[in-house]
């Protein structure tokens, strides 16, 4: 049974750099693609982009211009980075396998890890 | 983009009650539409895919229906358990978009 699992930074600098890993278990990285998506305290769900281990990837164009995900197969390995960050990018956020080729549900999540933009 | 507008965005219910919660996208996604369970503190949880298809072990009172853009979830007879926020996504096209969320609550 695939188990995904967020670490990271649970505090981030305005104008720096958030960087989060997800790392999967009990299953390959491979053939498969990988979202991140992302929840503001007390508000919903917005999806971040997706990662294809072949290098294929989508963004959110709300956040395209800052945005980097990428993947790491010898270490089953997913990672994000969003930079210049400000308060609003305050939110738990999630990776999640994305069941693209097949209808795009997200299935399963991880158990998310809340990153704080704040000085 | 896809714009996902649920209603209600909350509802008081009783155990034991019929519950239908409304999915509306802005264009046609034809059945490309997903729900999902989030309790407080929690991870979503996927519920309904391609609109109608009950993902593995989640209990046969949920079901979805419909499609273009009108979509229902239904829960046919409220369990303790099923007091969540749910969430209505659209897979259609890029970006994908998520519903407001529909917070259900114990009457």
């Known amino acids: 049974q695939v188990q995904l699992q967020e670490s990271g930074p649970g505090l981030v600098k305005p104008s720096e750099t958030l960087s989060l890993t997800c790392t999967v278990s009990g299953g390959s990285i491979s053939s498969y693609y990988w979202s991140w998506i992302r929840q503001p305290p007390g508000k919903g769900l917005e999806w971040i982009g997706y990662?294809?281990?072949?290098?294929?990837?989508n963004y959110n164009p709300s956040l395209k211009s800052r945005v980097t995900i990428s993947i790491d197969t010898s270490k089953n390995q997913v990672s994000l980075r969003l930079n210049s960050v400000t308060a609003a990018d305050t939110a738990v956020y999630y990776c999640?396998?994305?069941?693209?080729?097949?209808?795009?549900?997200?299935?399963?999540w991880g158990q998310g890890t809340l990153v704080t933009v704040s000085s | 983009d896809h714009q996902m507008t649920q209603s209600p965005s909350s509802l008081s219910a009783s155990v034991g009650d019929r519950v239908t919660i409304t999915c509306r996208a802005s264009q046609s996604i034809n059945s490309y539409l997903n729900w999902y369970q989030q309790k407080p503190g929690k991870a979503p949880k996927l519920l309904i895919y391609a609109a109608s298809s009950l993902q593995s072990g989640v209990p046969s009172r949920f079901s979805g229906s419909g499609s273009g853009t009108d979509f229902t979830l239904t829960i046919s007879s409220l369990q303790p358990e099923d007091f969540a926020t749910y969430y209505c996504q659209q897979s259609y096209s890029t970006p994908s978009s998520f519903g407001q969320g529909t917070k259900l609550e114990i009457k």
């Open positions: 990662m294809h281990y072949s290098g294929r990837n």
């Open positions: 999640a396998r994305d069941a693209f080729s097949s209808g795009g549900w997200f299935d399963p």
